[in-house]
């Protein structure tokens, strides 16, 4: 039987709470320290127009990565419940078949982004002709990213939904900050104004690659593969 009682604070209850949500820390910090790297390469290489493309993406970014996240954090329950009852056999489905999912979705909104990428610039950008077509190409290009974000965002889930919060938050931390500031700063320099929007396409990559070494490392730990 459930009854009200008098709260106490458990500080080694909150701080392992505190540690394991270390990913979503990063990720939220990071995203506003990276756009406004972003935007200074942008200014400095095209100026305002770069800038408003940048928005242009992040806008269509921000419906895109969530259907990434909002898998990611429904699944995240099920996992824990499963490796917490030490069902092996039903943790490693469900991981198998996330794996599948995020390569069919990936594809999809790829397929899409390259779709849209005309009448969603038309739309935000169609006043101004030069605005227009530096926004549908960096979409044409921006697009690919989406066929590998979707892993790292879930594999930082999962370790979360495991109770690894430090492996969580390394690989959002890479992600998020470390491999999209280091692209968007050194790839410009061979590649131009195009550096920028391929930066984002190779930090999805480097980020998929770290979160594929790391499930693999762990998976004899936490019997998910």
């Known amino acids: 039987m459930l009854r009200l009682g008098k709260a106490k604070l458990n500080f080694k209850v909150l701080g392992k709470a505190c540690s394991n949500g270390l990913s979503e820390f990063v990720s939220n910090v990071s995203a506003s320290v990276v756009s406004i790297v972003f935007n200074f390469q ?75 990428a005309y009448p969603i610039s038309k739309i935000y950008v169609g006043y101004d002709t030069d605005l227009f077509e530096l926004t549908k190409n960096a979409f044409f290009i921006f697009a690919f990213s989406f066929l590998f974000s979707g892993y790292s965002i879930f594999a930082s889930s999962l370790f979360t939904a495991l109770g690894n919060g430090i492996i969580s938050a390394v690989i959002s931390f890479l992600r998020t900050l470390v491999f999209q500031l280091a692209t968007v700063l050194i790839l410009p320099i061979f590649f131009g104004v195009n550096g920028v929007w391929v930066s984002m396409l190779v930090a999805e990559i480097l980020a998929t690659a770290v979160s594929i070494l790391l499930c693999i490392l762990k998976r004899k730990k936490y019997h998910y593969s």
Request: hydrophobic share 55%.
């Open 42 to 116: 942008l200014m400095r290489l095209i100026g305002e127009d770069g800038v408003s493309a940048y928005g242009v993406m992040m806008y269509v970014n921000f419906i895109y990565v969530a259907i990434f996240i909002g898998y990611a954090i429904g699944t995240a329950p099920i996992i824990g419940y499963n490796y917490g009852a030490e069902n092996h056999a039903e943790l490693k489905n469900i991981f198998k078949k996330s794996m599948v999912i995020m390569g069919i979705i990936g594809a999809a909104m790829t397929a899409l982004a390259l779709a849209l």
